[in-house]
């Protein structure tokens, strides 16, 4: 049974997790939905308490001093290829191929976790290697989800190279591949980076509604492409929602 005075103050809290760094009184009424008297009179607890500082010529709030210094201790201690394993060994039991995670890193993608196959043929991911973007689901997903600046200056920097003959090398077409891949939420791909190679792959969103990693599903084309009728799409993008949702990501705050 939450504590109505502490889950408020959460609220609240999490309202600068939305990409607000200022906010007055009236705005957090608005996306809480509490009264404005209430939003007022939490908000000066918790700049008494220095979780909030406010500026009284303005008369709007950001976030204090305390809640940087737990934000600071919280990075330090978060891994998160460990607080993955369990839904990547979930989904692998699942589905029986490998499952990895790739984070960006630069103008790259490195795998930070797998949980191996269960087969003999299978796709076996290389942990901490540099991998391109624009090619495979995983990068293209990566990609899909930044700020459009951030997106073309990446497309658009160099030559697109071509791993194997399916390999997207013009920066247009790939655009629009990323635009769909946005669009429906998940990603696929077959032999763009390597020939025979197949991959099911889906976002993960972190507390900011911001994609943080990519949840892959990979192996041998001749088993995965025929899987996709099984169902492989949805259990790929509902772990991911799951990893998500334990990052504190809210998917139906995230949808309105």
Not at 43 to 58: F, H, P, V
């Amino acid at each position: 049974m939450p504590v109505k005075s502490v889950d408020k103050a959460l609220e609240i809290l999490e309202c600068f997790l939305t990409g607000h760094e200022v906010l007055r009184v009236r705005e957090v009424a608005s996306m809480t939905g509490l009264s404005k008297a209430t939003v007022s009179r939490v908000m000066a607890t918790m700049e008494s308490r220095g979780w909030l500082e406010r500026d009284s010529e303005l008369g709007s709030y950001r976030l204090g001093i305390k809640a940087h210094m737990l934000g600071g201790m919280a990075q330090e201690g978060f891994d998160l290829a460990k607080l993955a394993r369990p839904f990547l060994e979930q989904l692998r039991d699942q589905c029986g191929e490998e499952v990895a995670l790739h984070v960006l890193r630069g103008s790259a993608r490195v795998c930070v976790a797998r949980a191996d196959s269960r087969f003999t043929i299978a796709k076996v991911s290389t942990l901490g290697s540099p991998l391109p973007l624009h090619c495979g689901a995983a990068g293209k997903v990566l990609l899909a989800y930044l700020p459009l600046e951030t997106r073309r200056k990446l497309i658009y920097s160099r030559p697109l190279q071509a791993f194997t003959p399916l390999t997207i090398t013009d920066p247009r077409e790939l655009e629009k591949d990323l635009e769909k891949i946005a669009e429906q939420g998940y990603a696929l791909s077959d032999g763009e980076r390597e020939e025979g190679a197949y991959s099911v792959v889906a976002p993960v969103f972190d507390v900011r509604d911001q994609v943080v990693a990519s949840l892959v599903v990979s192996g041998p084309s001749f088993r995965l492409a025929d899987n996709l009728t099984h169902g492989l799409i949805k259990s790929v993008m509902e772990s991911a929602d799951e990893l998500s949702a334990k990052l504190g990501h809210n998917a139906t705050k995230a949808i309105g």
